[in-house]
Nanobody, 122 residues
Framework: QVQLVESGGGLVQPGGSLRLSCTASGFTLDSYGIGWFRQAPGKEREGVSCISTSDERTYYKEYVKGRFTMSRDNAKNTVYLQMNDLKVEDTAVYYC???????????????WGQGTQVTVSS
């Protein structure tokens, strides 16, 4: 059974940090493009970061660049999103997604996780 499971969300104060994990089962992530997305209440799902299918290059949307870092641990079949200097506007449900042939910020991925809530509040 193909599955992506996110974890690591929670409540954090502004300026704080969280690390999200996305673990795959039923397939290996190392040759897949991976994306992190988020969706705030009443808003559309938007891209946050992605990693390419081949050269491990990472890409970030401007609103998280310099604060978020995406990485892949192939041995653990897991992708991470380290989030630093969190802001109230980062509050959302965060999703990871995987696709064998695509990476980017469009919602083109074949596999999606169930999401993990991140709340940034004082």
């Amino acid at each position: 059974q193909v599955q992506l499971v996110e974890s690591g969300g929670g409540l954090v104060q502004p300026g704080g940090s969280l690390r999200l994990s996305c673990t795959a089962s039923g397939f290996t992530l190392d040759s897949y493009g991976i994306g992190w997305f988020r969706q705030a209440p009443g808003k559309e799902r938007e891209g946050v970061s992605c990693i390419s299918t081949s050269d491990e290059r990472t890409y970030y949307k401007e609103y998280v660049k310099g604060r978020f870092t995406m990485s892949r641990d192939n041995a653990k079949n897991t992708v991470y999103l380290q989030m630093n200097d969190l802001k109230v506007e980062d509050t959302a449900v965060y999703y990871c997604a995987a696709d064998a042939h695509y990476y980017g910020f469009a919602l083109e991925y074949d596999y999606w996780g169930q999401g993990t809530q991140v709340t940034v509040s004082s």
